[in-house]
């Protein structure tokens, strides 16, 4: 029943994508609550990004309802979908103007100095250096730091850590925690490296072949004493991983 | 979608393009001012050439500033797909209509006046070498209604081409293409056809009704000097011209609100 739970900040009711004749999302029913780091785990074409991609709004589910209700108005979502979308040709305070104007947000230089500090990135206050030269690091940074200045409630992030050196990953996973626990934060990210998953989710939704597979808080996985990549295998692989437990 | 404009028009005038389009109008009007001087001093061509119809050569997308400034437009409405930046729009929580009305209203204000101050500019030259004896304000004025609206019909074609496609060398290779297919259309029917009264008032009735062969009347028009738009048929040209504009605005919000965007 819809509103049975008001701890919940996003929850989808059937939700199904169809592409032509291929089913990418069948009957996907999930539930991110306030305060969740979602992980969401699956194979590559499991239907992660397409899940994603309704969410955020950017997409239109073929049936099948998503509520947000919870959410509040205006900007309380943001979502890095697969690359940064940023303006290349700018610096990064360009970026976050533009970002402010969208968002309706005046005299927004002292909100885009504090945003650049908690990503790391306050060397760019006054530089102007376009975005286009910058590392991969630094746009998924600029790219967060945008989608900060909203004061968001909810952050949605697909495969947040693709391309990311391993310093680059740990600052990432480091910022994911602070934004969660000192800004209130929730996090739905989706992504293939599961012991980076492991150190900051909450919660976990297997997908796979387009439906959810399973939904469950990261303390029960811990309870049954399985790495996360065995309980991935195991909920995943079913019958093969038990035949085959080495592979 | 006050805010969408205002960080559209930020973008815009912090761009190279916006600086590329004010130096290509700035070079082509000197340009068309050059050569018109030395048409004038060859006495070349000068019973055929009036202010007038430097006015509405200028409104022409393919011709000088007209194609380049298509270009450059394209690249815009397409960079914001290109670099996924329209996604911030969406998920920051617009909707998919005040999105689109919102990049229309940006293309056509910017289009809009590129061309006004392209083509006044381009009168006024033309104007100071061959004279403004015989030029009525009225019919200016009608004429460059017709033109601007025609061009708002052309822009809001290129808006819903854009989306539709979102690829650069897409939409321009359709509209470029669509383009000269007109002119070469029109160009075979007057070459081809007897040009007596009836076959001239059908071709103004067939300029009327699709507005974008206007557009195109620096070549038609120029070997037609009998197809001349005044009175009732250059009110009728403006409001069919609105009335297709609005036709094609809702197409694109029908669409747009169907399609998903990666």
């Known amino acids: 029943m819809r509103g049975d739970n008001v701890d919940y900040i996003v929850k989808t009711y059937n939700l199904t994508k169809d592409f032509n004749n291929f089913r990418a999302l069948d009957n996907v029913n999930i539930t991110i609550n306030k305060g969740d780091i979602y992980g969401l785990v699956g194979e590559n074409g499991a239907g992660k990004s397409t899940l994603i991609r309704l969410i955020s709004g950017l997409m239109i589910p073929t049936s099948g309802t998503i509520d947000l209700q919870n959410l509040g108005g205006f ?16 610096s990064a305070v360009m970026n ?17 100095e504090k945003v650049l500090e908690i990503v790391g990135l306050q060397d760019l206050i006054n530089n102007n250096k376009k975005v286009k030269h910058f590392s991969l690091g630094m746009k998924q940074r600029l790219a967060i730091a945008m ?17 990311l050196d391993p310093l680059g990953i740990m600052q990432m996973r480091e910022l994911f925690i602070e934004l969660n626990q000192n800004h209130n934060i929730t996090f739905l990210i989706s992504s293939h490296i599961l012991s980076e998953l492991d150190k900051v989710a909450t919660k976990y939704g297997f997908i796979s072949r387009g439906k959810l597979l399973l939904e469950i808080s990261a303390d029960e996985i811990h309870k049954s004493n399985k790495t996360i990549e065995e309980f991935y295998l195991g909920v995943i692989g079913g019958i093969q991983y038990a035949q085959h437990p080495k592979s | 979608m006050r805010n969408i404009l205002k960080a559209d028009f930020r973008k815009y005038f912090n761009g190279k393009l916006f600086i590329a389009t004010i130096i290509l109008l700035v070079v082509f009007t000197a340009l068309n001012a050059v050569i018109n001087y030395f048409l004038k001093l060859n006495n070349e061509y000068t019973y055929f050439i009036n202010p007038l119809t430097f006015l509405e050569k200028s409104f022409s997308p393919t011709q000088d500033f007209g194609i380049l400034y298509l270009i450059f437009m394209i690249v815009i409405l397409v960079s914001d797909f290109n670099h996924n930046t329209i996604r911030n729009k969406i998920i920051i929580g617009y909707d998919r209509n005040t999105i689109y009305l919102s ?8 289009t809009v006046i590129s061309f006004l101050v392209y083509s006044l500019l381009n009168f006024l030259f033309a104007g100071l070498i061959f004279g403004f004896k015989g030029i009525k304000a009225i019919k200016v004025v009608e004429t460059l209604l017709m033109y601007v609206c025609a061009l708002i019909f052309y822009y809001c074609l290129v808006q819903l081409m854009v989306f539709l496609t979102r690829s650069t060398i897409g939409s321009i290779g359709i509209m470029i293409g669509l383009s000269f297919l007109i002119i070469i259309i029109i160009s075979s029917v007057f070459t081809s056809a007897k040009l007596n009264d009836t076959t001239i008032k059908s071709l103004k ?11 195109m009347i620096p070549t038609i028009g120029g070997l037609l000097p009998g197809l001349e738009f005044t009175g009732f048929n250059a009110v009728l040209s403006i409001f069919v011209s609105l009335v297709v504009s609005g036709i094609l605005v809702f197409v694109g919000l029908y669409l747009n609100k169907k399609l998903d965007y990666n």
């Open chain 1, 147 to 163: 989608a900060l200045i909203s004061n968001p409630k909810f952050i949605i992030l697909d495969e947040p850590m693709n391309g």
């Open chain 2, 103 to 110: 990049t229309l209203i940006f293309t056509l204000t910017t």
């Open chain 1, 96 to 112: 976050l103007k533009l970002q402010c104007d969208l968002l309706g947000i005046k005299n927004c230089n002292d909100r885009i």
């Open chain 1, 75 to 90: 900007g309380s979502l943001s979502a890095i979908v697969e690359s940064p979308a940023l303006h290349p040709s700018c």
């Open chain 2, 205 to 215: 009735y067939v300029i009327i009704f699709i507005p974008v062969l206007r557009l």
